[in-house]
């Protein structure tokens, strides 16, 4: 179904178009959420759940399961922030992905599911002086989490041909390899987690806390853009938001009136949001501190048919490279139309290549980054992510890339692609040596992420963070930070249970305070 035919009028109870709005309306509340993804969804629930009366503004549309196909190109042009297409600025750019939808980022991620590290708390409660991070009083919002999204191991049998090699090389090297665990309820392997999940079964928030949200008497307005918060002096009092129409040009203006503002747009589009509304950091460290787990990826053609299509989506992870900044190998699946884009060949050459799609096995690694980048401000306001690689993460992506092969070929690889510019392809183990760190240059690597970190770091210092520990703005009242920008540095995991845990943490602090926010 191309984007244009998707129903908008499947839509439950609680939820508002751009139908349901006129331009001038004005909307009280108690609290209004900004973003509707792991973060916002997480703070909605829990709120509405204690009696507050909760608003969530989404910029993108709202789809049902119903709505999401096998077409990847047309949801990515759907449900992907500028088609996906977005550059942080540097020495490699780097491509990201954000979600734009009801449910955010949490409908085109793949769906892993890690408590954050025990490491990572404790940097951050010593070095950062963030309070409540302690192991215990975390695992109990981990656990809270894990039971709204249905944390858990694959069904044996959808596990695909790709994780099954990836899982026998890395145990046939010695490596260590666990099974991935997944929000979902007996996925069936489609593989589709990044075009929005066609089953329902990855419990992404539009499945989980939304629903919840909404029991719970929360109202979610998908197509508004938040463009201001509001303000009286230093208290937030709610937001003025454009009526997005179908181009995402504006149709006109909202206002949502509440003395509590949640704000969840991300590590990119939340201190560009506070910007806009004339809010200063102290510590002048808004928008800084951008971390992103740099991911690359090689692409084999394999002696068997693999089928990287069936199965689920990083069944196994390999965890054995830790100490040297490689946080996990998986393997993933990427449909032809874009896998096209990232190929060396070109015309008939690749034409050729994608004509053994069947044997391609396409495996990433992620990099628990070093680097710390910065969002700044463009004209017009609009936010522009910069970063440079740094040499140490640059050498941990080529040794990735190398240990990627290596278990490629020990499964039966014949041809390995590389993202180096100069260094193509690989034949044979003996040419593993090629791939150099000392040879081979950042500016020729080929980099993603989905995982934007920092930008609005929380912590006990005014003069070093921008919020509390439990996200409120220092110099500001009744402001709220519930996303990954509060991250003071990457977690080397995928990062949404850690905003879900938090945002828990933060709901609840708002609701024993809630005297206080209300009165």
């Not at 709202?62 to 949801?75: K, L, P, Q």
């Not at 090699?165 to 145990?171: D, I, N, P, S, T």
């Not at 934007?452 to 703005?473: C, I, N, Y």
């Amino acid at each position: 179904m191309p984007a244009s035919a998707m129903r908008q009028d499947r839509v439950p109870k609680g939820v508002f178009t751009r139908d349901g709005v006129r331009p001038g309306q004005v909307i009280d509340c108690e609290v209004v959420v900004v973003g509707s993804g792991a973060g916002g969804a997480t703070v909605a629930a829990e709120l509405a759940e204690a009696g507050f009366d909760v608003i969530v503004v989404e910029e993108g549309r709202y789809f049902s399961t119903r709505d999401f196909t096998a077409n990847a190109s047309d949801m990515v042009r759907t449900l992907y922030r500028d088609a996906g297409t977005t550059m942080a600025v540097g020495r490699p750019p780097i491509l990201y992905q954000e979600g734009r939808a009801v449910g955010g980022s949490t409908v085109i991620n793949g769906g892993m599911s890690w408590r954050t590290p025990e490491r990572i708390l404790a940097e951050w409660r010593e070095s950062y002086d963030v309070d409540w991070l302690d192991d215990d009083t975390m695992n109990l919002y981990f656990e809270r989490v894990e039971r709204r999204i249905h944390v858990g191991h694959q069904d044996p049998e959808s596990v695909g041909r790709d994780n099954q090699l990836l899982r026998e090389g890395a145990e046939r090297k010695g490596w260590d390899v666990i099974p991935n665990l997944r929000n979902q309820v007996h996925c069936p392997g489609s593989n589709n987690c990044a075009f929005g999940c066609p089953t329902g079964a990855k419990q992404s928030a539009l499945v989980s806390y939304i629903p919840r949200a909404l029991h719970f008497g929360a109202r979610v307005y998908s197509d508004l853009r938040a463009m201001e918060i509001l303000r009286r002096g230093k208290r937030a009092t709610g937001v003025r938001c454009h009526i997005m129409d179908r181009s995402y040009r504006s149709a006109g203006e909202v206002t949502i009136r509440a003395p509590i503002v949640v704000v969840a747009c991300g590590s990119i589009h939340t201190p560009a949001l506070l910007w806009r509304s004339g809010f200063k950091s102290p510590s002048g460290r808004l928008g800084k501190n951008l971390s992103l787990h740099p991911n690359i990826k090689v692409v084999a053609v394999m002696d068997q048919p693999v089928r990287g299509w069936e199965g689920v989506h990083q069944g196994y992870q390999v965890r054995e490279f830790g100490d040297q900044g490689i946080s996990t190998l998986a393997a993933v699946n990427v449909p032809p139309s874009i896998l096209a884009l990232a190929m060396p060949q070109y015309g008939d050459e690749l034409g050729a290549m994608l004509d053994q799609y069947d044997h391609m096995m396409i495996a990433g690694a992620l990099i628990e980054d070093n680097t710390t980048g910065a969002v700044r401000r463009a004209p017009g306001g609009l936010p522009v992510a910069t970063y440079e690689l740094a040499k140490r993460d640059a050498a941990a992506a080529v040794e990735a890339a190398r240990r990627l092969s290596e278990l490629l070929f020990e499964v039966g690889a014949k041809r390995v692609f590389l993202p180096f510019t100069g260094l193509h392809e690989i034949s044979s183990p003996d040419q593993l040596g090629k791939i150099d760190p000392a040879t081979i240059s950042r500016e020729s690597m080929e980099v993603l992420t989905v995982h934007m970190m920092g930008t609005a770091a929380m912590g006990g210092d005014r003069s070093h963070a921008v919020t509390d520990s439990f996200g409120h703005v220092y110099d500001a009242e009744g402001l709220v930070i519930a996303d990954a920008s509060l991250f003071p540095g990457p977690v080397g995991v995928n990062p949404m249970e850690t905003i879900m845990a938090l945002a828990t943490r933060n709901a609840h602090y708002l609701i024993e305070n809630r005297t206080r926010y209300l009165s």
